[in-house]
């Protein structure tokens, strides 16, 4: 999928706060178009239908997501490390930020109705990705010699849950957003150094 253009991304995070402020029934095409000064006819034309929408709103809160690719083609252990470290600090300020909270209520309001599509939205354009480009980075990790795993989406769950814990539950059902968001680049050092005693190349591996 082609990048969305600085105007695009404009209009969205717009729709965003949109989303925020008034649920799902303030985000309609005409309320966009007034919020954000464009027409309803360049909405069509970027996003298409209603689902379009929503999904490029979710594909652009999941790019916020970042899984920067170390410097060098031959990275060291350093710069991999610190990659990992972008990726869980981005991790946890989408997941603890007001948007996320209210795409994830949505879904999870709808889960039960016949037709619902936010849930569906969320895996194939939040989730999805995010997890595609943390696997990449796994992935090469592993090349280099600096992770040991034979499943990459095992490796990466265990990422995700010591990166994540059960903060993003919490906030869910209202808790104030602690842990997520609090002193996130000690945390997220915290959680690498977790995964890499489980999953570095020197770790023993358990039967």
Known sequence: MEPFTPRQNAV???ALQLLVAGGERALTT?????????????????????????A??????ASKVRTPGPRDSMPTLDDFSRSLAVFAEDLMGVLSGEVSLALNRLAIG????????????VREHGRLPIETRARALLELGRRHGYLKFSDTHEAYETLYGLVVRD???????????AGLSDDRPQRARLAISQFFRLYGHGAQDIE
């Not at 490029?56 to 809160?61: D, E, K, L, S, V």
């Not at 903060?167 to 957003?177: K, N, S």
């Open 110 to 121: 709808q889960a039960d109705r016949d037709g619902a599509q936010l849930g569906a939205l």
């Open 167 to 177: 903060g993003h539950v919490r906030m869910l059902l209202g808790e104030p957003p």
């Open 56 to 61: 490029a709103m979710i594909t652009y809160q």
């Open 30 to 54: 005409a309320g966009l178009a007034r919020a954000a000064n464009c027409s309803k006819e360049s909405l069509y034309k970027w996003f298409g239908d209603r689902d379009g929408l929503l």
């Open 12 to 14: 969205l995070e717009c």
